[in-house]
Nanobody, 117 residues
Framework: QVQLVESGGGLVQPGGSLRLSCAASERIFGINVMGWYRQVPGKQRELVSSITTGGGTNYADSVKGRFTISRDNAKNTVYLQMNSLEPEDTAVYYC???????????WGQGTQVTVSS
């Protein structure tokens, strides 16, 4: 059972930056997609960004140009660099690993990001 551990959340002022990290507890193999989702109370969890094994990326329109996703396959880790943060980015951010061929999802425990002055 793969465990995903997020880190890097916190409180930041509008316009500031944070870098989230998500490390898997074991080697990630095969065709997979790693991503970041976020959720605020009363709303559905939404996709922020994802990255494939080969490095293909996808972003929600609301974060394009501000957030950058990357992964280090040797370290089984995915990152989310968040710049020009806005109060609307406040949410719990969850890391996700999806194994494509067996259609299995794994989730991290979530890390709080709060953007406020």
């Amino acid at each position: 059972q793969v465990q995903l551990v997020e880190s890097g959340g916190g409180l930041v002022q509008p316009g500031g930056s944070l870098r989230l990290s998500c490390a898997a507890s074991e080697r990630i193999f095969g065709i997979n997609v790693m991503g970041w989702y976020r959720q605020v109370p009363g709303k559905q969890r939404e996709l922020v960004s994802s990255i494939t094994t080969g490095g293909g990326t996808n972003y929600a329109d609301s974060v394009k140009g501000r957030f950058t996703i990357s992964r280090d396959n040797a370290k089984n880790t995915v990152y989310l660099q968040m710049n020009s943060l806005e109060p609307e980015d406040t949410a719990v951010y969850y890391c996700n690993l999806f194994y494509v061929l067996i259609e299995r999802n794994y989730w991290g425990q979530g890390t709080q990001v709060t953007v406020s002055s």
